[in-house]
C-alpha cells in the first residue's frame, strides 16, 4: 500500500476566501483534481470541467456520469411546479448533459429530499418519481437507484445519469476551431420568457386569483418550456456518433454565458449573428392586442430572453465548414440553426447586431453572482 502523503498544513478558514461565482469554486476544484496520470490508469479521460465525466471501460466504449441538482425555491418554485414537472425537470438536465457529450443516456439515479407534510401528501413523491421515469425511459434510460432524506422545509433533486459512446466518440467542450460553423438546436428564450409568466402570474393572483388563472392557461405553452424542457438526447448522439461536432455544450445557463464557456475551453473566440438567432416563436406572436402591456414586453425582451435566458437546454455546437453540408436540417422537428463562426481567441466573442460587431458578455444564470 503506498505510504500516504503527507497532509498539507491546515490553513485558517479566514485565509480561504469565497469563491466569487460557482464557476470560480469548480475552476479551483478542477485544480485540486490533477493527478491524472493516476485517475488516467482508472480510464477516467475527462474529469471535472465538462458537461459530463468520461470514462473508458473495459470494453472499448466511454462511460459518461453527470449529475445535477434542483433545489426549491432556488431553482423552481413549487407554486409552477407539479410534482411530476420537479421530477421531469431534474432528469431532463442531466440528460441534457449526457447529450452534450454526443452519448446515449443509459442509467439514472434520483435522490430525493422531501419534508415531511410533502411525503404525506397523497401522490406526490410517486408523482414526482414517475415524472422523472417517464422522461427517463422515453430518452432510453432506466432509473436504478437513488437516495430518500427528510428536508426541513424544501424539495431537493438530484438526477445521476450514466451514459455511454463509442471511444474517441464523446463530444467535448474543446474542441472548436476558427473556422468552425457555430449552430444551435430549435428555439431559445421559451424557458426565460416562462419565468416572466410565472411571476406575472403572481403579481396578479394578489388582486384578482381568476384574472391570473385564465392568464396562466393562455400562457401553459410557454409554462412548460419551464416546467417540461425537451432535452435533445437524439441529436446529442446523432452528432456524438458521426463525429460532427468538433465541440459541444447544452444551454443550461443561457446562450451568452455556455457560448463563452465553450469558447474558453476551445481557447476560442466567436462571433454570433442576432439575426440568426432561433427566438421561440411563443415569444414573437405576429400580432400584439392593443393594451396587452405583457405580451409587448415579452416580445420586445425576445431577442435579450434567447441570448442570456438559461434552461432551454438546447444543444450548442460547432462544426467544421466541410462538414455543415452532412448536418441535417431536423431531426424528429427538431431544427438546428446556423447562428455564428469560431474565430480567434484574440477576436472575443461577439455578435453582430444592427451592422455592429459589439463584445457578448456572459450574462446567464448563476447561482453565487457577485452582489445577488
Ligand atoms: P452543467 O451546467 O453542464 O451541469 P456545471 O457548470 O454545473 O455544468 O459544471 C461544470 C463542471 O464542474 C462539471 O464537470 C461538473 O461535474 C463540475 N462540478 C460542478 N459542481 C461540482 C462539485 N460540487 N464538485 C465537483 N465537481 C463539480
Ligand atoms: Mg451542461
Given at each position: 500500500?503506498?505510504?500516504?502523503k503527507?497532509?498539507?498544513?491546515?490553513?485558517?478558514?479566514?485565509?480561504?476566501?469565497?469563491?466569487?461565482?460557482e464557476?470560480e469554486?469548480?475552476?479551483?476544484?478542477?485544480?485540486?483534481?490533477?493527478?491524472?496520470?493516476?485517475?488516467?490508469?482508472?480510464?477516467?479521460?475527462?474529469?471535472?470541467?465538462?458537461?459530463?465525466?468520461?470514462?473508458?471501460?473495459?470494453?472499448?466504449?466511454?462511460?459518461?456520469?453527470?449529475?445535477?441538482?434542483?433545489?426549491?425555491?432556488?431553482?423552481?418554485?413549487?407554486?409552477?411546479?407539479?410534482?411530476?414537472d420537479?421530477?421531469?425537470?431534474a432528469?431532463?438536465?442531466?440528460?441534457?448533459?449526457?447529450?452534450?457529450?454526443?452519448?446515449?443516456?443509459?442509467?439514472?439515479?434520483?435522490?430525493?429530499?422531501?419534508?415531511?407534510?410533502?411525503?404525506?401528501?397523497?401522490?406526490?413523491?410517486?408523482?414526482?418519481?414517475?415524472?422523472?421515469?417517464?422522461?427517463?425511459?422515453?430518452?432510453?434510460?432506466?432509473?436504478?437507484?437513488?437516495?430518500?432524506?427528510?428536508?426541513?422545509?424544501?424539495?431537493?433533486?438530484?438526477?445521476?445519469?450514466?451514459?455511454?459512446?463509442?471511444?474517441?466518440?464523446?463530444?467535448?467542450?474543446?474542441?472548436?476551431?476558427?473556422?468552425?460553423?457555430?449552430?444551435?438546436?430549435?428555439?431559445?428564450?421559451?424557458?426565460?420568457?416562462?419565468?416572466?409568466?410565472?411571476?406575472?402570474?403572481?403579481?396578479?393572483?394578489?388582486?384578482?386569483?381568476?384574472?391570473?388563472?385564465s392568464?396562466?392557461?393562455?400562457?401553459?405553452?410557454?409554462?412548460?418550456?419551464?416546467?417540461?424542457?425537451?432535452?435533445?438526447?437524439?441529436?446529442?448522439?446523432?452528432?456524438?456518433?458521426?463525429?460532427?461536432?468538433?465541440?459541444?455544450?447544452?444551454?443550461?445557463?443561457?446562450?451568452?454565458?455556455?457560448?463563452?464557456?465553450?469558447?474558453?475551453?476551445?481557447?476560442?473566440?466567436?462571433?454570433?449573428?442576432?439575426?440568426?438567432?432561433?427566438?421561440?416563436?411563443?415569444?414573437?406572436?405576429?400580432?400584439?392586442?392593443?393594451?396587452?402591456?405583457?405580451?409587448?414586453?415579452?416580445?420586445?425582451?425576445?431577442?435579450?430572453?434567447?441570448?442570456?435566458?438559461?434552461?432551454?437546454?438546447?444543444?450548442?455546437f460547432?462544426?467544421?465548414p466541410?462538414?455543415?453540408?452532412?448536418?441535417?436540417?431536423?431531426?424528429?422537428?427538431?431544427?438546428?440553426?446556423?447562428?455564428?463562426?469560431?474565430?480567434?481567441?484574440?477576436?472575443?466573442?461577439?455578435?453582430?447586431?444592427?451592422?455592429?460587431?459589439?463584445?457578448?458578455?456572459?450574462?446567464?444564470?448563476?447561482?453565487?453572482?457577485?452582489?445577488?
Open positions: 500500500m503506498p505510504r500516504p503527507k497532509a498539507a498544513p491546515a490553513r485558517p478558514s479566514g485565509s480561504k476566501p469565497t469563491p466569487q461565482s464557476f469554486l469548480i475552476a479551483q476544484l478542477r485544480a485540486r483534481s490533477t493527478d491524472a496520470r493516476a485517475q488516467g490508469a482508472r480510464g477516467l479521460v475527462c474529469g471535472i470541467g465538462d458537461d459530463a465525466a468520461v470514462f473508458r471501460n473495459t470494453h472499448g466504449r466511454e462511460l459518461l456520469v453527470t449529475s445535477d441538482l434542483l433545489v426549491e425555491d432556488v431553482d423552481f418554485r413549487r407554486a409552477d411546479f407539479e410534482a411530476g420537479i421530477g421531469h425537470k432528469v431532463a438536465a442531466s440528460l441534457s448533459d449526457i447529450a452534450a457529450m454526443g452519448g446515449r443516456p443509459r442509467w439514472a439515479l434520483l435522490s430525493i429530499g422531501v419534508p415531511r407534510a410533502l411525503w404525506e401528501r397523497p401522490g406526490f413523491v410517486i408523482d414526482l418519481y414517475e415524472g422523472a421515469e417517464t422522461l427517463a425511459r422515453l430518452c432510453g434510460a432506466f432509473i436504478i437507484g437513488g437516495d430518500i432524506s427528510r428536508t426541513p422545509e424544501r424539495v431537493v433533486v438530484d438526477a445521476t445519469l450514466i451514459g455511454e459512446a463509442a471511444r474517441g466518440r464523446s463530444v467535448r467542450r474543446a474542441g472548436a476551431r476558427p473556422g468552425d460553423q457555430i449552430f444551435v438546436t430549435g428555439t431559445l428564450g421559451g424557458a426565460a420568457g416562462a419565468l416572466r409568466v410565472f411571476e406575472h402570474a403572481r403579481s396578479l393572483s394578489k388582486s384578482s386569483p381568476p384574472e391570473a388563472q392568464f396562466a392557461r393562455v400562457y401553459s405553452e410557454l409554462a412548460r418550456c419551464q416546467t417540461r424542457p425537451a432535452p435533445r438526447v437524439e441529436w446529442g448522439a446523432l452528432l456524438g456518433e458521426r463525429g460532427l461536432a468538433t465541440a459541444m455544450i447544452d444551454l443550461s445557463d443561457g446562450l451568452s454565458s455556455d457560448l463563452a464557456h465553450l469558447c474558453r475551453e476551445s481557447d476560442a473566440g466567436a462571433l454570433i449573428e442576432a439575426a440568426s438567432v432561433p427566438v421561440n416563436p411563443l415569444l414573437t406572436p405576429a400580432r400584439v392586442a392593443r393594451g396587452d402591456a405583457f405580451r409587448r414586453s415579452l416580445k420586445k425582451d425576445a431577442l435579450t430572453l434567447a441570448l442570456h435566458g438559461g434552461e432551454d437546454f438546447e444543444l450548442l460547432t462544426v467544421r466541410r462538414d455543415a453540408r452532412k448536418l441535417r436540417e431536423s431531426l424528429d422537428g427538431v431544427p438546428v440553426t446556423r447562428i455564428g463562426v469560431v474565430r480567434e481567441s484574440r477576436e472575443g466573442v461577439k455578435i453582430l447586431r444592427g451592422g455592429r460587431e459589439v463584445r457578448l458578455a456572459p450574462s446567464g444564470f448563476e447561482h453565487f453572482r457577485r452582489g445577488d
